[in-house]
């Protein structure tokens, strides 16, 4: 106990910083969340942290900063795939408009096009199923996977669910806090942890999307990317609350390629599409979100949630190089969901590490 107040007082400086509303370098965010990580065992530097760098507004070095020191405490992955094949499509989550699980159904869609989708996953804290409540809900037992069995997946499926202070001894601490501080206590507040918790799987890959709950940190997002070393990303945020691009009214991109950065907006006929309207996308609660998950996966929903699922998976594709354009992505996600290879993806997880049963159940 006196160890971790020793540590704890290093970096008091550094967290006054932030009270007093200056910004960190990436080195000093990176200590300071480290330190708060290891030896922060009752929260209180975490409240802190967490109230101080979310009023004042987190900078791209700062985020940057957190996800190397949670890099540092991770399990490392070793999976030897080509960092132009592989990518993730999950993002902030937390948007004001509810939706059913877009971006998890389009990452088996890009899967089926070829790549190797590594995806954080977690349990819903704002909406009716988290990423992580549609695989537990189809049998998927992830968090009992080690490091090696996720590689192996990953291998051989090509997707595979990951929550990395899961399987992170060094992340414990962190998760304990974490948890006293949003699901026990219940604090609603955004934090670092809600913008870049998805990032902190340490893989390499070069390109990506991600959704953000506010146009905000589009920007910030964008020069993150550009920093951690990334050729292409596309970060985005849809004027009716959600962190997707969206077949309901306009969507606010930031194109990150390199050591540029371009912003525009697109709009449904843009991508090649028919606009929808709120209610054709809104979320049906957590059984209806799986059942339209499998479905639109089987090819059988036609409608505007398939082709919000396509515009995004399309996307993810014209973020990797695979197309040329979004709306080439979106043609080429929607071939993808009538073929039924996305589904073929999702049946071959749960063989391989789930029950089949409950996927039948949703047939």
């Known amino acids: 106990m006196v160890k971790n ?31 708060i990580f290891i030896y922060d065992t009752d ?19 700062e985020l940057l900063g957190f996800l190397n020191a949670t890099r540092r405490l991770a399990v490392q992955f070793d999976l030897k795939v080509n960092p132009d094949k592989i990518t993730g499509l999950s993002g902030t989550g937390g948007g004001n408009f509810k939706s059913f699980n877009v ?9 089926g096009a070829g790549y190797t989708i590594a995806n954080e996953v977690y349990f819903a804290a704002t909406s009716p199923t988290g990423s992580a409540d549609v695989f537990t809900e189809l049998g998927v037992d992830f968090q009992k996977l080690s490091k090696e069995q996720i590689e ?16 992170s001894p ?15 206590r ?39 990317f ?42 449904p006929s843009d991508l090649g599409i028919k606009e929808a309207k709120k209610e054709n996308v809104k979320t049906g609660g957590k059984k209806q979100n799986i059942v339209d998950f499998v479905r639109i996966l089987q090819g059988k929903e036609r409608g505007a949630k398939s082709d919000l699922v396509a515009i995004n998976a399309g996307a993810s594709l014209y973020a990797l190089g695979d197309v040329k354009s979004l709306k080439e992505g979106t043609e080429k996600a929607q071939q993808i969901l009538a073929s039924g290879v996305g589904f073929d993806k999702l049946k071959k997880l749960i063989a391989l590490i789930g029950s089949s049963d409950l996927l039948a159940k949703q047939e």
Not at 103 to 111: E, L, M, P, Q, Y
Not at 170 to 184: H, P, S, W, Y
């Open 103 to 111: 971006s998890t159904t389009a990452s088996f869609v890009v899967a």
């Open 170 to 184: 060094n992340l414990t601490n962190r998760g304990k806090i974490a948890l006293k501080f949003f699901v026990e």
């Open 43 to 61: 929260g209180m530097h975490f409240a802190t942290w967490v109230g101080a760098i979310h009023a004042k507004g987190e900078t791209a070095d």
């Open 152 to 167: 192996q997946t990953l291998k051989d499926i090509g997707i595979c669910p990951v929550i990395t202070p899961f399987i």
């Open 226 to 267: 550009m920093k951690m070393g990334y050729k292409k990303t596309l970060t985005f945020y849809a004027d009716i609350g959600m962190p997707e691009i969206s077949n309901v009214g306009t969507t606010i991109i930031v194109e990150q390629s390199k050591s540029k950065i371009k912003k525009y907006t697109v709009k």
């Open 5 to 35: 107040l020793v540590k704890l007082h290093e970096i008091d400086s550094l967290l006054a910083k932030l009270v007093d509303g200056q910004s960190l370098t990436i080195k000093e965010a990176e200590e300071l969340t480290y330190n």
């Open 186 to 224: 219940q604090v609603r507040v955004h934090s670092p942890f809600h913008l870049v918790s998805n990032l902190q799987l340490p893989l390499s890959m070069n390109s990506r999307i991600y959704g953000c709950y506010s146009e905000r940190y589009l920007e910030t997002l964008a020069n993150l």
